[in-house]
């Protein structure tokens, strides 16, 4: 099994620019959630999906961020435009909903806005 | 939001010493589940333990839950130069929504 992907694995972008981060979750896990990892926040949820349905985005902390999951094997967590403070380490994470309470995360995507 | 709350922000010891990490929760759990991250990496399941449970092991690991205190600890015996890690408690109180503490950093020196 090749666990939770992320890509890319790091990326450098200016202000103002428009940044997509892609997830493919583990095969046959139909929960997908999107974290952001800051020093000064800790592990924040920004959304997470049930059987591509999204449930809870209250985490995602403006209008310039949005997420999809048009099936079961991807997701995109985007974000435009993107400001200084959106640098942080991005994390997606895959489960079984109803069967295991675990969470397997992917590596993350290290956003730096410049 | 963050739920759980871990204690301390930072343990160091000595290789061979016991780790004690604590974690404490506001709302009504259905499990409460401890995880590790290296440093540059993804988080990785460690144990887990339901509401009805009071204590689990796991190898050197053996993780304790209060409901009534809303707290549970987390006890890494004879620890390794390679348990050097963040610690995080994640609690999971609806379906679904899991939320994670800031983390505990341990450092164990060889």
């Known amino acids: 099994d090749a666990g939770v992907i992320q890509s890319p694995r790091h990326e450098v972008t200016e202000m103002g620019q428009e940044v997509t981060l892609r997830c493919k979750p583990i095969s046959g896990h139909n929960s997908l959630f999107w974290y952001r990892q800051t020093m000064m926040r800790g592990l924040e949820l920004l959304i997470y999906f049930n059987n591509n349905v999204p449930i809870d985005d209250s985490g995602m902390p403006e209008d310039r961020f949005s997420a999809k999951m048009p099936n079961a094997s991807f997701s995109t967590l985007k974000i435009q435009p993107s400001e200084p403070r959106d640098s942080a380490v991005y994390f997606c994470a895959s489960r079984i909903s109803g069967r295991t309470d675990t969470q397997y995360f992917g590596p993350g995507t290290r956003l730096t806005v410049l | 939001s963050q739920q759980g709350e871990e204690d301390p922000q930072a343990l160091s010891i000595q290789e061979g010493e016991n780790a004690t990490m604590n974690c404490s929760y506001k709302t009504s759990i259905n499990n409460l589940q401890w995880y590790r991250q290296n440093s540059g990496r993804g988080l990785v399941h460690l144990i887990l333990?339901?509401?009805?449970?009071r204590e689990k092991h796991s190898g050197r690991l053996r993780v304790t839950l209060d409901t009534s205190k809303k707290s549970s600890s987390l006890l890494i015996t004879a620890s390794r130069a390679a348990d050097t890690a963040s610690y995080f408690c994640a609690t999971d109180a609806r379906n679904n929504d899991m939320r994670f503490g800031a983390g505990t950093r341990l450092t164990v020196k060889p």
């Open positions: 333990i339901r509401s009805n449970e």
